[in-house]
């Protein structure tokens, strides 16, 4: 005895999606706070002014470090080997490969592809585009550089940490402890990168032979789970950082001291 079954076709619809729920705000949220970020950081970048506080030793994280003729000698940790054109900025030697970590991040990704390509804007959206073709075509196949990226990264939070270091042997103000906070913030957020947790337990068989790799690995995974909070986070924490050295090097007001 054999049943023919019967299976309905595909709902016609026409509406763009179903949801009623505001599923754009989260996209026009990341537009607001990227676009606003990328905006004050680019021109803070190519001021090329208020950057340094001779007093305290302070260094903006957005000049570290300083590399070009322009710098400050006190300021340049490293020398000042790039010519002192308007268009090279002060740190040339680190803001590509920070702008590279932060683009190629697992995060990032998924927030500018949905609200700046619409690839898809939301969950049960349709996609912005006809066709989709992943990270297999150029130039989003050069995500890829993401792990190698994560190692020029680490390398730039152990400069800042020593920019916060030098600075704190002046003393101790408001501005060291938002220096330190910075760095801290930068540490966690690089940390808790994808290819971190990969290069700390990837590849491994098995835990037990490996206790010290096991213990960082559950640190970082720690961590990894608060990837997205910490990329927002550390963006406030450059801004501020960079504000506050900025007001202070400009005369706006005095540094709060604790201990001189």
């Given at each position: 005895m054999t049943s023919t079954a019967t299976r309905p076709g595909r709902a016609a619809i026409t509406a763009r999606t179903l949801r009623t729920d505001r599923w754009w705000l989260p996209p026009l949220i990341t537009v607001v706070g990227l676009g606003a970020w990328v905006t004050y950081a680019t021109v803070r970048v190519f001021l090329h002014d208020d950057y340094w506080v001779e007093a305290y030793h302070y260094l903006t994280p957005f000049y570290s470090p300083?590399?070009?003729e322009r710098c400050v000698e006190e300021a340049a940790h490293f020398g000042r080997f790039l010519p002192g054109w308007w268009i090279i900025p002060d740190a040339a030697m680190t803001l590509p490969f920070l702008l590279l970590f932060r683009l190629t991040c697992y995060y990032y990704r998924k927030a500018y592809y949905r609200a700046f390509w619409l690839s898809p804007p939301a969950c049960a959206v349709p996609d912005g585009?006809?066709?989709y073709t992943g990270e297999t075509r150029f130039p989003l196949i050069f995500q890829n550089v993401h792990r190698y990226a994560f190692y020029a990264a680490a390398i730039i939070s152990v400069i800042n940490t020593y920019d916060a270091a030098l600075a704190?042997?002046?003393g101790l103000g408001l501005g060291n402890?938002?220096?330190?906070?910075n760095v801290i913030m930068l540490w966690a957020y690089t940390l808790s990168c994808h290819s971190c947790r990969h290069i700390a337990g990837g590849r491994l068989k098995h835990f037990s032979k490996h206790p010290i790799r096991y213990r960082f690995w559950t640190f970082v995974s720690a961590?990894?789970?608060r990837h997205m909070q910490l990329a927002w986070i550390t963006l406030g924490t450059l801004a501020l950082t960079d504000f506050y050295i900025m007001a202070l090097a400009a005369g706006?007001?005095?540094d709060?001291?604790?201990?001189n």
């Open positions: 300083c590399v070009t585009h006809r066709r704190q042997a002046t402890v938002i220096l330190w906070v961590l990894n789970v706006w007001f005095s709060l001291r604790i201990i």
